[in-house]
């Protein structure tokens, strides 16, 4: 039971956003036997202290039995407060946040309650940390939290480099090196809820190509995990030849956690028919090609953010193309 006794009581509700706030009230006031009912809508559209059920005449108690809330906004939050004063003292009888389309309702008799977009009564306790939402993301520029996040959590891979060529030129062999997978980080940041963030996604290398950049930018610190170096290209040549794995890419920057990528395996031409070209470097999140002991393209790596393998040629075949890295990924945990 809410009651107003005083002339100068008064419900007010408080709002923090300028998501469009609709407000009905309905109340009974009690007065020297009699009971008259009365109501009143009220529509909000900033962040304002809004009073929302007057003040009884003198002599009159005012019942509150029925208070409703609609945030009408399609996709802001807004926190909300409703509040008694006595034109002395203001108690808060109630702070929460209203998600988009979401609504409170108080019943005299029943208290306060919030009902999910769908009407469906919210019965989770709103208690701060708890996870809300994982995504993956592999493609795309920009991504928008939900109503209630708080808090991001990163983990960050840059895409992984290409293995590396061979060419022909004579009637000897070649192997060439293995690309190294993409750079790690991780990264929490304080974060609000409704808001877009920018992110990039490190391509995979081609043959013979380094991988692309992963990025992830919250209030001016963007977060970088460089793409994996491709592995060394090789020309048929007389033996012995050895070309190198794609190196270890450049440790990560602005994370809680910084790495760099697994190195790329080097290729080795032994005889005029004998070669085998380096396997990619591996992520956690994907494996790096395999190696080839005979003549073809380096073998493509599997998942995301791994080298490729290298190309392999024997006895002076034709000129093949490394295998392709995979491209980076950002994995976004929210909570409130």
């Not at 209203?98 to 309702?105: I, Q, T």
């Not at 750079?183 to 991988?211: D, L, M, R, W």
């Not at 790329?264 to 990619?280: D, P, V």
Request: net charge neutral; hydrophobic share 40%.
């Amino acid at each position: 039971m809410i009651l107003l006794t005083g002339v100068s009581d008064l419900i007010q509700l408080v709002t923090n956003s300028a998501a469009t706030v609709d407000v009905h009230a309905s109340w009974v006031d009690n007065a020297a036997g009699t009971i008259t009912p009365g109501r009143t809508n009220t529509a909000i559209a900033s962040a304002a202290t809004t009073t929302i059920v007057g003040s009884p005449a003198a002599s009159t108690q005012r019942n509150l039995q029925t208070l409703i809330v609609q945030n009408k906004h399609a996709s802001l939050a807004d926190t909300i407060t409703v509040r008694h004063t006595d034109g002395v003292t203001a108690v808060d009888l109630f702070t929460g946040v209203l998600a988009a389309v979401e609504h409170l309702e108080y019943l005299d008799g029943q208290g306060f309650k919030v009902f999910d977009n769908r009407g469906n009564l919210k019965t989770m306790i709103n208690v701060a940390g708890r996870w809300l939402k994982t995504t993956v993301l592999i493609s795309g520029t920009s991504h928008i939290t939900q109503n209630d996040t708080r808090t991001l959590f990163l983990r960050m891979w840059a895409g992984g480099g290409g293995g590396g060529a061979c060419t022909t030129a004579v009637t000897n062999s070649a192997a060439a090196g293995g690309g190294a997978s993409g750079g790690y980080a991780e990264k929490t940041f304080a974060v609000q809820g409704n808001v877009a963030y920018t992110y990039a996604i490190g391509g995979g290398g081609a043959s013979a190509a380094a991988g692309g950049n992963t990025t992830f930018a919250v209030a001016g610190v963007t977060v970088t995990c460089f793409g994996g170096p491709a592995g060394a290209s090789q020309t048929v040549a007389a033996p012995p030849l050895v070309s190198l794995g794609g190196a270890t890419p450049a440790v990560s920057t602005n994370g809680d956690v910084n790495g760099g990528g697994q190195c790329g395996e080097g290729g080795n031409c032994e005889a005029a028919a004998i070669a085998k070209s380096g396997l990619g470097g591996s992520a956690e999140v994907g494996g790096g090609g395999n190696a080839r002991a005979s003549q073809g393209i380096g073998n493509a790596a599997i998942g995301r953010a791994s080298g490729g393998g290298g190309a392999c040629i024997l006895s002076g075949g034709a000129t093949v193309a490394g295998g392709a890295g995979t491209g980076g990924v950002i994995i976004v945990q929210e909570y409130a």
